[in-house]
């Protein structure tokens, strides 16, 4: 007991190794989720790292400081356990015991938000699955797959940091007609139009390259 307050110290000793361990299985969950579904489907995509704008669903002033992350929260878990555990000794009385708990929360929290702003909003930021297809309309690529008419091939754009990513591509059939048969490996293109549930773009060569093939009969 603590104080006489009825707190045991092996309930403690419990809550911070339970904290502690979930920290740490999270994380290998997904890394094994992942390892499990490039086995079975040959892809290793698999993400549990999943954003929730808590400012929005509390509708307080979180917003900005702290969008729930769940690898951050693994973080913030592991620490408030470990400063829990090198504390445990000093939880000699009820009223210590929760300020003790609340400066480990404290702690483990400004470890949170650094993981997040120093490197999970970054990444974030220059991750091709953050960016939305819908932006992409307009944008100019490369073929790095030929593209013919009725099937797919591959675009390659720049991001912000100069990084190629790839996406799967169609020739926009409104302008099928004006295209020809194949847009070849290394042909500059612009997005015309995407479908973001199937990932896809649709394509097409811009038009002075349009009007050079149809001079040269192609």
Known sequence: ?????????????????????IGFVIPLLS????????????????????????????????????????MCFCLFLVVFGALGRLALDLMVALPITILLLAGCALVAAFFYWALYRVLIKRLKEND????????????SGEVTLSVARGSMGTISLRDSTGAAISFRAKIDPCLEDQMPAVIPTGEQVVITEVDAENKLCYISMYISRINENKANGR
Not at 128 to 136: D, G, M, R, V, W
């Open 31 to 70: 890394l094994l989720a992942g390892w499990l579904g490039g086995i079975f489907s040959g892809s290793a995509d698999v993400d549990v790292d999943v954003d929730v704008d808590v400012g929005k669903v509390a509708g307080g002033g979180l917003r900005a400081l702290f969008p729930f992350n769940i």
């Open 128 to 139: 091709a699955s953050a960016l939305s297809f819908y932006n992409l309309r307009g944008r």
């Open 1 to 21: 007991m603590i104080g006489g307050n009825f707190i045991s110290q092996s309930v403690l000793v419990y809550v911070f190794n339970i904290s502690i361990a």
